[in-house]
């Protein structure tokens, strides 16, 4: 497996494909880092569409779409699943059809490649999210196996305590004291 894209580099350029919406004719759109740029961002990776624990995480985040959105953050999931199987997904799986954020496809693997974040084995996307800041640095990056789910109230809590650029003890929470 490559080295996994870390801390401190710049998120890499990206072009593809994405699944916004299930309107006729407004299905698809191509998203890239003009997307993202001058803002917040939170990518995260699922290995397949049509498994069982990624529809769990994708609504999750749905569900806290509008937290993204307070804190300025722009929400982007994605799997090397191409978008006419994200579309098929979305429109058969019912906790999929409400998505308020763009799927992207990267299913020439460009960008998971270069985030160096497929299997060994199974060349899939491992469960992975990464924050990235306004100037398009990566600030965090977490990484589970193919088998567990990731908390997306702990990616909020991240959020929140980079958005506030100063030094935030363990288990901090917005509204708590800093230590800057």
Known sequence: MSRILSIGAAFPEFSAPAVVSLDAGKEFSVLS???IKGKWAVVFFWPLDFTFVC????AEFNKHFGDF???????IGASTDSQYVHLAW???HADLK???FPMLADHKKDLSEALGILHPVDKVPLRVTYIVDPEGIVR??????LNVGRNVNEVLRVLD???TDELC???????????G
């Open 161 to 163: 305590a980079l958005q």
């Open 169 to 179: 003890p363990c288990n901090w929470e917005k509204g708590q004291a800093t230590l």
């Open 33 to 35: 880092n003009k997307d």
């Open 90 to 92: 979305r429109q058969h």
């Open 140 to 145: 965090h990056v977490s990484v589970n196996d």
């Open 55 to 58: 529809p769990t995480e994708i």
């Open 69 to 75: 959105q307070d804190r300025d953050a722009v929400l």
């Open 98 to 100: 409400g998505l308020k």
